[in-house]
């Protein structure tokens, strides 16, 4: 059985303590298993490739010094991204500073509506509350259009654009496919709160999308 294997809670006191013997082969093991989804995670909080592997460095380096402190009150893949949440947000925090503000005037506030309003049927129609104009079909739609580099380009930039809260859910869940509850450990949230967040912001993306697809 590998050694990052970190599903299995053997596995993982295993990997843990190779970890704190300083065993090499495990690290690097680690490195290959979590390292790219570490990267595209920071991506959603950096724009910059660059610094995102600056953060991810800096996360593998609060690893081996955290390394003794871990507790395993969650699991060990939690705390590797809870270390590269944290430092990719001090990262990102210190990026916004240097941002005009001129950059920042789109910026839609976190209890925006996911939907435009105006979508919806009025309180005097028949229909109340029923779409007035329903989300878009794309099962007519090519696939490799629906798959292709422009697309996919616009959809990360769709969730890079999310209030905080919001573009993390989502990259965790469709992006990276975690599980609600991890990613309720995570990132400390209710299973409410996770699922309202993560509603708004598979919304906000798909009216982008159409958008986009309209726009073509």
């Known amino acids: 059985m590998s050694a990052v294997a970190v599903s299995d809670p053997a596995a993982e006191a295993t990997l843990v303590h190779a970890l704190r013997a300083g065993d090499e082969r495990a690290f690097a093991e680690l490195i290959d298993r979590l390292g790219p989804a570490l990267l595209r995670l920071a991506r959603f909080y950096v724009r910059d ?4 592997e600056e953060v991810v460095q800096e996360t593998w380096l609060g690893v081996l010094e955290g390394i003794e402190r871990f507790e395993g009150r969650s699991s060990l893949k939690t705390w590797v991204f809870r270390i590269l949440a944290n430092r990719a947000k001090t990262r990102a925090e210190r990026e916004a500073r240097t941002v005009p503000m001129s950059a920042l005037a789109g910026a839609a506030p976190d209890d925006e509506p996911s ?5 919806f049927r009025g309180p005097d129609d028949r229909w109340a509350g029923h779409w007035a104009s329903p989300p878009a079909s ?3 739609l ?4 629906l798959l292709s580099k422009e697309t996919i380009d616009c959809i990360r ?7 905080p809260a919001q ?3 989502i990259a965790l869940r469709d992006v990276e496919g975690w599980a609600s509850d991890e990613v309720c450990a995570l990132l400390g949230l209710s299973e409410v709160n996770q699922r309202v967040l993560l509603h708004r912001a598979r919304s906000k993306v798909r009216a982008g999308l159409e ?3 309209a726009d073509e």
């Open 49 to 52: 490739r660059a610094v995102a």
């Open 115 to 119: 939907v435009e309003p105006e979508r």
């Open 138 to 140: 794309w099962s007519a």
């Open 142 to 145: 090519p696939e490799n259009r």
């Open 157 to 163: 930039s769709l969730i890079a654009a999310l209030p």
């Open 167 to 169: 573009k993390e859910v």
């Open 211 to 213: 958008r986009y697809l």
